[in-house]
């Protein structure tokens, strides 16, 4: 599977963005899929997840009422929906698949990442 993030950028604190992770090689509707963000200096992070077809989502405590992920399988294709940024939600934003049926929430699970899309948000 080949993952490709896009619709990173610069927002302002209090802004939204909405990530997309374009897969191709393989359908995705088989993987559960991950988003995830590494700030400099920093180790990578869970951001969010969702299960392969139930729909079933987990959210980092830091984003829970702020970011959605969401999938259309049909376009084979995931979303990370940001709203209300803060300036230390800036990082490099991977998404990331694994073949499974649950949610996966750890970095060493997973099986594909995308190159990473840059976000930063301005205070």
């Known amino acids: 599977v080949q993952l490709q993030a896009s619709g990173g950028g610069l927002a302002q604190a209090g802004g939204s963005l909405r990530l997309s992770c374009a897969a191709s090689?393989?359908?995705?509707?088989?993987?559960?899929m991950g988003w995830f963000r590494q700030a400099p200096g920093k180790e990578r992070e869970f951001v969010g997840a969702i299960s392969r077809s139930t729909g079933i989502t987990s959210l980092a405590d830091s984003v829970k009422g702020r970011f959605t992920i969401s999938r259309d399988n049909a376009k084979n294709t995931v979303y990370l929906q940001m709203n209300s940024l803060k300036p230390e939600d800036t990082a490099v934003y991977y998404c990331?698949?694994?073949?499974?049926?649950?949610?996966?929430?750890?970095?060493?699970?997973?099986?594909?990442w995308g190159q990473g899309t840059q976000v930063t948000v301005s205070s």
């Open positions: 090689g393989r359908t995705i509707s088989s993987y559960a």
């Open positions: 990331a698949a694994k073949y499974t049926r649950v949610v996966t929430t750890t970095v060493t699970q997973y099986d594909y």
